[in-house]
């Protein structure tokens, strides 16, 4: 498996420049594959125990890769459905008493708003946002000035969504932790898109989508909370399958991992798609992976620049952003600039959101020099 294989076997990007892996990424045909089969296998009906018992064989599977592409422990691993379930269970998992503090920052995406916001109203929890597009080392500090003793946790991206900034993520897990403040990082747009290591990164919590970068079904994510924080976390959506042991009397043991928080019937199909796309990436190489992104995008970035009034917004080292390149032109839409490139150049690219001008170009490794150019050409027509 070779990095240009992706492409193809990628039908999706055949015939359009897909530049929007970080809203979602299409899916190569061996991850899509692989689904439908364990869907097929799966309809036989999992009462029958040995059907049941490859199932359970598979997810088990999955729950390693998953923690190898993590460097992490399998028993720290959530298989679940998406990122912002990860801050679910995080956001539920604390016994929140009012005037408790939790530290944000002004670029979250709304799955990491939305349910601190919720918090606030139902436990008058009150909500820091620190200003992502500060510095590093002014961010280290505000993060530092933040953090007293009614700050219960803190919960920020490991990238922006909105400019791809890195944010120096193991340096914000030390400054909480001189505060004792566990730190959740929301890493739906770093997971395949930069290296990562929880045991290095030092985060109590990691969430991560697999319908991403890693080119996983819709709907397929996972939480990693690090072992120590395993009891810690009060689980507070759970059932059938979080526990180890129980009586008919009340009593209840946990499963002893975070898959403790998986309960009911799940759709092992997509899981075992997650594990293909993991298997696909493992074959091909982490590092050659990176080092196609960081090649790609510092080529876009400098091409961007050269266009007259265009306003790149993503950092231009590699070591600080990732695969998201944003960028605006003053004076120009960006709705009816991305439906123009989609009509006119078959290039997909994102506005930021209803309420920001800018433009979201994400790469990927099925990206060519040729879609860059295209892109770059029909940005200059735009303008002309
Ligand atoms: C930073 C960030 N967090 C969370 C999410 C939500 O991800 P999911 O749909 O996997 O919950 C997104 C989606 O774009 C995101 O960019």
Not at 136 to 148: C, M, N, T, V, W
Not at 222 to 246: E, F, N, T
Not at 347 to 352: D, F, R
Request: hydrophobic content about 40%; some cysteine; aromatic content about 8%.
């Amino acid at each position: 498996m070779h990095i240009s294989d992706i492409r193809r076997l990628t039908p999706a990007v055949q015939h359009l420049a897909y530049f929007q892996t970080s809203g979602f990424s299409p899916k190569p045909d061996p991850v899509v594959q692989t689904t439908i089969r364990w869907a097929i296998f799966q309809s036989q009906g999992p009462a029958r125990a040995d059907i049941h018992q490859r199932l359970a064989a598979m997810q088990t599977q999955v729950r390693q890769k998953v923690a190898a592409s993590l460097n992490a422990h399998p028993d720290e691993i959530m298989l679940n459905e998406n990122a912002t379930v990860g801050i679910n269970v995080v956001a539920h998992g604390i016994d929140w008493r009012p005037g408790d503090r939790v530290i944000l920052s002004t670029h979250e995406h709304p799955g990491n708003r939305v349910t601190w916001y919720n918090l606030a109203r139902r436990y008058g929890v009150r909500l820091v946002f620190l200003d992502a597009t500060l510095p590093d080392a002014d961010f280290l500090s505000e993060l530092d000035r933040a953090l007293d003793s009614q700050t219960r946790l803190v919960s920020l991206s490991h990238v922006s969504r909105r400019t791809g900034r890195r944010l120096p993520a193991r340096e914000m897990v030390e400054v909480a932790h001189r505060h004792a403040v566990p730190v959740l990082l929301d890493a739906a747009q770093a997971y395949g898109a930069i290296p990562v290591d929880v045991q290095a990164l030092g985060c109590d919590f990691y969430t991560v989508s697999g319908h991403k970068y890693i080119m996983g079904p819709q709907g397929t994510g996972a939480l990693y909370v690090r072992r120590d924080r395993l009891d810690w976390l009060k689980p507070s959506w759970i059932g059938s399958h979080s526990q180890k042991d129980m009586d008919d009397q009340g009593y209840l043991a946990f499963q002893d991992g975070a898959n403790r928080f998986e309960f009911g019937t799940r759709n092992l199909a997509d899981q075992a798609g997650l594990g293909k796309a993991l298997d696909l990436w493992a074959e091909i190489g982490w590092d050659h992976v990176f080092a196609y992104l960081e090649a790609y995008t510092d080529r876009l970035k400098a091409a961007l620049k050269t266009i007259p009034g265009l306003v790149l917004e993503t950092p231009l080292p590699y070591a600080q952003s990732s695969g998201i390149v944003t960028f605006h032109w003053p004076g120009l839409d960006a709705y009816a600039l991305t439906a123009r490139l989609l009509e006119e150049d078959g290039i997909l690219v994102s506005p930021l959101s209803p309420t920001s001008p800018s433009v979201r170009v994400s790469t990927h490794v099925f990206n060519t020099d040729e879609e860059m150019d295209r892109l770059v050409a029909a940005l200059q027509r735009s303008r002309a």
